[in-house]
Each structure stands twice: as C-alpha cells, then as structure tokens.
C-alpha cells in the first residue's frame, strides 16, 4: 500500500516537476513579440486599445498561455487571434505570456494604449463615384443581421481576375454594408433577385493595393502590400478604426490574394 501511494504522489508531481525543469521563459523576446504584434490591440504595456478588447496585464501565465495555446490549434474560435497564434511558436507563446504576466495590471478599467500609427493612419481614400466607375461583381446577404453586402472592383482587379492573374497594384475593393429595407413584420425584403433590398448604409470599407504599402505593417500581420480604410456612411475616415483586426482576418487568406470573395471574383469576371 505504501508502495503504491508512493508511485501515485509521484505521478501526481510530475506535471509541476516537468514545468520546473523547462526552460525560463524570455522575458526580453516575449516583450520583443508583444511590442511587434501584440500591443497592436492589446497594448505593449498590457492595456489594450479599446473597451472590447481585454487587457493581458497581470493575467496569470498559466492561463495566458493556455488561451494562446488553444488559439493557435483552433480549439478556442477567433478570427483576428486564430490568424495570429497560427504563425507564432511554442516558445513564443511561453515568452508573451510570461512578458505580460510579469506586468502590473491596469490602475483603472477604462484606461487605454494608443493604437500602431500605421495600422490607423490609413493610406487608403475611399474612391469618388465608385458605386458608378467600378463593378458590383457580388452581393452577399446576412438577414440574421440584418445586413447586405455590395462588392465593387475598379477595371484594374477585374481584368487581373478575369485572365487569371494575381491581383496587381493598383487593385481597389470597395464593400458598402447597409440594413436590409423592412417589411411592416419587420422582415427584410428581397428583390426579384433574391438579394436583400438595401436600404441605410452603415460603412464602407476599402481595401487597395499599392507597391510599398506593407513595408510598415508587422510581419505578423501584413498583407502583401494591401492597406484597408473605413468609412463612416458620411464617407469620413473612422478615425477610431483599429485595422490590425481587418489585417489580421485577411492574413490566412494569402492564397487568395487576401480577398474573401476571390472564387466569387474570378467565377464573375470569367462571365464577362
């Protein structure tokens, strides 16, 4: 009995044996990673840049790690932290989370970090007379929302979809979100195509493609050289906007030029 006992305390202090002889995390590449990519929306301090994003200062590092951990292998679900965790390593995980660990939490609730200058200064301007000059080549619809989505391409995107080719500079993508016009039951209405009826538009969101443009964005994040703006429905900039999220989501998409319509794009343009 005393035999046995022995080998089950022993098997119970393997996991804490195991971490105390694995390697120290470093805390200099973990505040490296966190300053290149993390703090984007999380702050390099550990305070993140908005309300909707939580703050990692102070969190304990077994759980900090976890979470990256089940980010990266897809078990826990989000598209800006799946495309991020997917390009980090184990090491890295263990030294970011160690990094922010190691810091003193937010004083107060509503303090903030300043977003990247280079991921809310945009490049991009929204284009004049688009819904006119360019070509609505899909329309996508959300009535769960509500939402319905119109995707404009200038003649530079198109002509490179339509003979196959990777999309070159000069490439513009407009996306116009609106409500969907209501009926007096509140449901939205469809048109004799069967797509949703726009009615208020919400945003518009641009992304453009230009020699140069990704030579600022953190390796984690970039895009090629595409750059993305937003677009209040009075055609101002959000200035609020943090595009690392649009970055981010479009990152894992580097196959297909990191459009999310790329199949509808090119099945549109070879009809034309």
């Known amino acids: 009995m005393k035999r ?3 080998v089950f305390g022993a098997a119970a202090f393997a996991p804490a044996l195991a971490l105390a002889q694995a390697a120290a995390p470093d805390l200099a590449a973990g505040k490296a990673k966190a300053e290149q990519v993390c703090a984007a929306c999380h702050g390099a301090n550990g305070v993140s840049v908005s309300a909707t994003v939580p703050n990692l200062a102070g969190q304990k590092q077994a759980y900090l790690a976890s979470q990256l951990t089940a980010f990266k292998s897809g078990a826990r679900k989000n598209a800006v932290m799946n495309a991020i965790a997917a390009q980090i390593t184990p090491a890295d995980i263990a030294n970011t989370a160690a990094f922010y660990a190691g810091l003193q939490g937010a004083a107060k609730s509503g303090n ?25 080549y899909q329309t996508v619809n959300y009535p ?8 404009y391409a200038n003649d530079v995107a198109l002509k490179a979809a339509k003979e196959g080719k990777p999309t070159p500079n000069g490439a513009i993508f407009v996306l116009d979100v609106f409500t969907p016009k209501l009926d ?16 208020k538009l919400l945003f518009t969101s641009v992304m453009e493609k230009q020699a140069g443009w990704g030579k600022d964005i953190p390796d984690l994040l970039k895009n090629g050289d595409w750059n993305y703006g937003i677009f209040n429905a009075d055609k101002t900039p959000r ?11 479009h990152k894992p998409l580097d196959r297909e030029d990191y459009l999310f319509s790329f199949k509808p794009l090119r099945e549109f343009a070879a009809k034309k």
């Open 239 to 249: 200035g609020a906007a943090n595009l690392a999220e649009c970055f981010a989501c």
């Open 4 to 6: 046995f006992a022995f």
């Open 112 to 136: 903030t970090s300043s977003m990247f200058p280079t991921l809310l200064n945009t490049r991009v301007k929204l284009p004049e007379d688009y819904q006119k000059k360019y070509t609505l």
């Open 184 to 199: 007096a039951a509140g449901k939205a209405v469809a048109g004799k195509d069967g797509n949703l009826e726009p009615d």
């Open 144 to 151: 769960e929302r509500p939402q319905v989505r119109h995707l």
